[in-house]
């Protein structure tokens, strides 16, 4: 089983199921399709709380943001395919809009032209 920390402005959308992913930075090992996942909010603190109940890890797979020189996102890649609707794919990590995913992508690590990750799906509840 595999744990994730989410600030807690993301944890109402997780629980009403409009955040079913989550995208991170690549390391050693992520959850793999078919296991469980652990939902957290102020993990290693004695604020942690458990968001919703273990849900099944339905995709971990290579992410690619590029970034304009402003901070914008100017294209994301999932599995090498191009996302078509980047509003919409910034509505499913929770966000209002691209401007507000990027918004949140240069405060949390500053301007970057690329970040490549891993995109981490779950089933709802």
Not at 15 to 35: F, L
Not at 56 to 65: E, H, Q, S, V
Request: glycine share 8%; charged share 25%.
């Amino acid at each position: 089983m595999v744990a994730y920390s989410f600030q807690k402005r993301f944890a109402p959308k997780i629980v009403d199921g409009s955040k079913c992913q989550t995208i991170r930075s690549q390391r050693k090992r992520h959850a793999r399709p078919g296991e469980m996942l652990q939902l957290f909010t102020g993990m290693r603190t004695v604020h942690c709380q458990k968001i919703i109940p273990d849900v099944r890890c339905l995709g971990a797979d290579p992410i690619r943001i590029e970034f304009d020189l402003q901070g914008n996102i100017a294209a994301i890649e999932v599995r090498g395919v191009e996302v078509d609707d980047l509003d919409a794919f910034a509505v499913a990590d929770g966000f209002e809009a691209s401007f507000d995913m990027a918004g949140f992508w240069v405060m949390q690590h500053g301007l970057m032209r690329t970040f490549l990750g891993t995109l981490i799906t779950w089933d709802g509840l």
